[in-house]
Nanobody, 126 residues
Framework: DVQLQASGGGLVQAGGSLRLSCATS????????IGWFRQTPGKEREGVSC????????YYADSVKGRFTFSSDNAKATVYLQMNNLKPEDAAVYYC???????????????????WGQGTQVTVSS
């Protein structure tokens, strides 16, 4: 079974940092695009960052460029999202997902074909 386990969320003051982790299993790690998404109540889910296996590039939403960094550890089959200079608007439940759409046109769910982990809550106090 494909499994993704996100962790690392918490409460941080504005301007602070957090690093989220997403441990994966059940698939060949570098076969699937893997993305980070976030969602707040009443808002649509937003793609935050991802890695494309087609071109091995990482992509970011405009709202996080320059502040968030996607990285991966193939040996651990784990991806990370380093979040710096956090803002109150970054507060959300963050999810990792495999086999998402990932590329220069954006970061999107591959509805019905992708795999999702449980979310981890990020709270940013102002």
């Amino acid at each position: 079974d494909v499994q993704l386990q996100a962790s690392g969320g918490g409460l941080v003051q504005a301007g602070g940092s957090l690093r989220l982790s997403c441990a994966t299993s059940g698939f060949t790690f570098d076969d699937y695009e893997i993305g980070w998404f976030r969602q707040t109540p009443g808002k649509e889910r937003e793609g935050v960052s991802c890695i494309s296996r087609r071109d091995e590039n990482t992509y970011y939403a405009d709202s996080v460029k320059g502040r968030f960094t996607f990285s991966s550890d193939n040996a651990k089959a784990t991806v990370y999202l380093q979040m710096n200079n956090l803002k109150p608007e970054d507060a959300a439940v963050y999810y990792c997902a495999a086999e998402t759409f990932c590329g220069p046109l954006g970061i999107y769910s591959n509805h019905g074909r992708d795999y999702w982990g449980q979310g981890t809550q990020v709270t940013v106090s102002s």
